[in-house]
């Protein structure tokens, strides 16, 4: 079983700043099923990207992902207030396929 | 517009049974993979089960032989039945639909609509 371990659990930043999320599998993941999502509370997770580094429809292009292999970043160049808010990495495995999040990463507003 | 409305959640005692259903518009269920995925109170997501266009099933561990997942292409809704339920079953479970991207030579899945949620809370 892949685990995804995201870091920092917490970063606090303020709005203008760069953001920049881990997200380490425990083996090789492929980029094809690695996605980012965005919780605020109360509220259903959001899907960002997919395929490690394309973005779903209505993302705002500051958002952008990269990565292969083992290891993958989100990446916010430019923090609005709107988004503080917890951030999951996720990845499915196809071999019975399953699905895996990361534990999550709180941004937080400094 | 596609929307997911759960329904179905409350409190059942341990050892009980509940039945969530996801009432889906804007796209067909029958012809899409869905999945449940729930959420311990404080905690992070946590992949449940996930059905195919073509009838396939598939659960995580933790719920495997006790959870049974379904559809009702009829109604367009998607169900998760639910029993021998523990107290660590308590959470809000979402529906998510699984959608397929395709671009440049790949091929993607992601969850990429998801239900508002519904709690289901297990305790005497």
């Known amino acids: 079983e892949i685990v995804l371990t995201q870091s920092p659990g917490t970063l606090s930043l303020s709005p203008g700043e760069r953001a920049t999320l881990s997200c380490r599998a425990s083996q090789s993941v492929s980029s094809s099923y690695l996605a980012w999502y965005q919780q605020k509370p109360g509220q259903a997770p959001r899907l960002l990207i997919y395929?490690?580094?394309s973005r779903a429809t209505g993302i705002p292009d500051r958002f952008s992902g990269s990565g292969s292999g083992t290891d993958f970043t989100l990446t916010i160049s430019r923090l609005e207030p709107e988004d503080f808010a917890v951030y999951y990495c996720?990845?499915?495995?196809?071999?019975?396929?399953?699905?895996?999040f990361g534990q999550g990463t709180k941004l937080e507003i400094k | 517009e596609v929307q997911l409305v759960e329904s179905g959640g409350g409190l059942v005692q341990p050892g009980g049974s509940l039945r969530l259903s996801c009432a889906a518009s804007?796209?067909?269920?029958?012809?899409?993979?869905m999945s449940w995925v729930r959420q311990a109170p404080g905690k992070g997501l946590e992949w449940v089960s996930v059905?195919?266009?073509?009838?396939?099933?598939y659960y995580a561990d933790s719920v495997k032989g006790r959870f049974t997942i379904s559809r009702d292409n009829s109604k367009n809704t998607l169900y998760l039945q639910m029993n021998s339920l523990r107290a660590e079953d308590t959470a809000v479970y979402y529906c998510a639909r699984l959608g397929h991207y395709y671009g440049s030579g790949s091929y993607s899945l992601a969850f990429d609509y998801w239900g508002q949620g519904t709690l289901v809370t297990v305790s005497s």
């Open positions: 996720q990845q499915y495995g196809s071999s019975p396929p399953s699905h895996t």
């Open positions: 804007g796209f067909t269920v029958s012809s899409n993979y």
């Open positions: 059905i195919y266009s073509g009838g396939s099933t």
């Open positions: 395929g490690a580094s």
